[in-house]
């Protein structure tokens, strides 16, 4: 793909974030099945529903933009290769949420940055409608590495993760 | 390596974090070499110094924990390889500004996320002078983040990249 101005970097961002949450639609079903705290289980069934939504919404910006749907997105693959190997060599179910929390976020935090970027761009394109469905992606993403955050210091620290799991 | 508890998977997230500043060391000074703004060029340079000081952080962490410092980060590998590829294809240089500051915030928020963690674990295991290195590097990272933010919105877009670009 030829890159020569700012709306080909938009679609090459596009693409890449499509591409994203292809692949975290492969691998959160894997991640909900090896978590055991229940507040993690359904903040990830939740999430899971939302990408979804998110899947969709690129969608709709594909059909006026066309990018490209086949590009394979390296960086989140070397995301959750590392996080899914890591997760399934734990044994202790604390411990193994835990990984699954940060591995997680992790993937969040790719998505709010591509996100962010892609919004930055759309909104200099002048491309208000698309800003407006990535703003609403960006901001779930957020949240979603948010409520992570709070369900490990609030609920898996709280019960002991670090005695429990020594 | 095995994960049995957090102890273990702090460890792991220090590793993890080690050689992912080693690859950035190794990736920045080619991103700065393709940059042409002068404030891209500045702020990146800038970022190389802090994250010699960053990977100095996690050899003093290490004299008391001991982690491996050989393990290869893969996440950071596939964003790095994938935000360097699409640079190096990329010959108009205010979009290759824009191409090199949205990669660089997707090596940010890789570590946002990452620092997050480890100064989490660190807090839950008591180790309060890992967690105030941790939570300094974190707190760059974040500031890293938004400078390069400010780049592409009050310079690179101000400088109209839409109009010149395309």
Chains 1, 2 share one sequence.
């Not at 997105?73 to 890591?86: M, N, P, Q, R, V």
């Not at 591995?103 to 790719?110: F, P």
């Not at 996100?115 to 409608?129: I, P, T």
């Amino acid at each position: 793909m030829k890159l020569s101005n700012l709306h080909d970097l938009y679609l090459h961002k596009l693409a890449d974030l499509y591409s994203a949450e292809k692949q975290i639609l492969e691998a959160l079903p894997k991640m909900i099945d090896k978590a055991s705290n229940r507040e993690l289980t359904k903040a990830l069934s939740d999430h899971l529903e939302q990408t979804r939504t998110q899947a969709e919404r690129l969608d709709r910006i594909n059909s006026s933009r066309q990018f490209d749907t086949a590009m394979k997105c390296k960086g989140i693959h070397g995301i959750i290769a590392e996080g899914s190997e890591t997760i399934m060599e734990i044994k202790d179910t604390a411990t193994r949420d835990a990984q699954i929390i940060t591995a997680a976020q992790s993937v969040e935090h790719y998505e709010i940055a591509g996100y962010g970027s892609a919004k930055a761009f759309a909104d200099e394109l002048g491309f208000d409608e698309d800003a407006d469905l990535l703003e609403q992606t960006l901001k779930e993403e957020g949240e979603a590495d948010k409520l992570l955050s709070k369900i490990a210091l609030g609920t898996l620290f709280k019960d002991g993760l670090n005695e429990k799991a020594q």
